[in-house]
T-cell receptor, first 110, second 114 residues
Framework: GQNIDQPTEMTATEGAIVQINCTYQTSGFNGLFWYQQHAGEAPTFLSYNVLDGLEEKGRFSSFLSRSKGYSYLLLKELQMKDSASYLCAPENTGFQKLVFGTGTRLLVSP | DAGVTQSPTHLIKTRGQQVTLRCSPKSGHDTVSWYQQALGQGPQFIFQYYEEEERQRGNFPDRFSGHQFPNYSSELNVNALLLGDSALYLC?????????????FGPGTRLTVT
């Protein structure tokens, strides 16, 4: 079967650091995407990890452990505009099929 | 360089009707995947088109069908609409044989079935 597990909701304050964890079980695995989605809008690409380790891109970093079926998204220097849902999406082998969970809703307060 | 585009933005239909949604992929991309996102849920994979053929399909009934044109644009058709089909329909564009890790979503079509 396929299962994606993320916390439903997280809260943090402006300027802080937050880590959103994701564990997954999928039938086949190519890599893992992270998307940001503001309410009523389409998902926006944040990162794609294929190899184990940490990839840093500005304020956002993403980590992958293939053997553990685990990833996290690290957001630094939080801003109010970072309030959104964050979707972890493993990519099945073969043909770029993404499997989404329900995502993590992040609320950033002043 | 235009990104992924979808039309229409919003649509209201009644039960039993049929609907067609459209998607144009990002320039340089040849693969279109369709997703359904119900309120409060993550996107669910419907199917994917590459080289004008359905390459793989998710767990959706035959009422959901699609097409891809020679210019790589795609249509999603839903027949015999049910109230439960109300959702945001997203298309994602990527390169079938090219760089991995590129899947970009369009703005979506919000379908309401009454």
């Amino acid at each position: 079967g396929q299962n994606i597990d993320q916390p439903t909701e997280m809260t943090a304050t402006e300027g802080a650091i937050v880590q959103i964890n994701c564990t997954y079980q999928t039938s086949g695995f190519n890599g893992l995407f992270w998307y940001q989605q503001h309410a009523g809008e389409a998902p926006t690409f944040l990162s794609y990890n294929v190899l184990d380790g940490l990839e840093e891109k500005g304020r956002f970093s993403s980590f992958l452990s293939r053997s553990k079926g685990y990833s996290y998204l690290l957001l630094k220097e939080l801003q109010m505009k970072d309030s959104a849902s964050y979707l972890c999406a493993p990519e099945n082998t073969g043909f770029q099929k993404l499997v989404f969970g329900t995502g993590t809703r992040l609320l950033v307060s002043p | 360089d235009a990104g992924v585009t979808q039309s229409p933005t919003h649509l209201i239909k009644t039960r039993g009707q049929q609907v067609t949604l459209r998607c144009s992929p990002k320039s340089g991309h040849d693969t279109v995947s369709w997703y359904q996102q119900a309120l409060g849920q993550g996107p669910q994979f419907i199917f994917q088109y590459y080289e004008e053929e359905e390459r793989q399909r998710g767990n959706f009934p035959d009422r959901f069908s699609g097409h891809q044109f020679p210019n790589y644009s795609s249509e999603l058709n839903v027949n015999a609409l049910l109230l439960g089909d109300s959702a945001l329909y997203l298309c994602a564009s990527s390169s079938g044989m090219g760089v991995r890790g590129e899947q970009y979503f369009g703005p979506g079509t919000r379908l309401t079935v009454t």
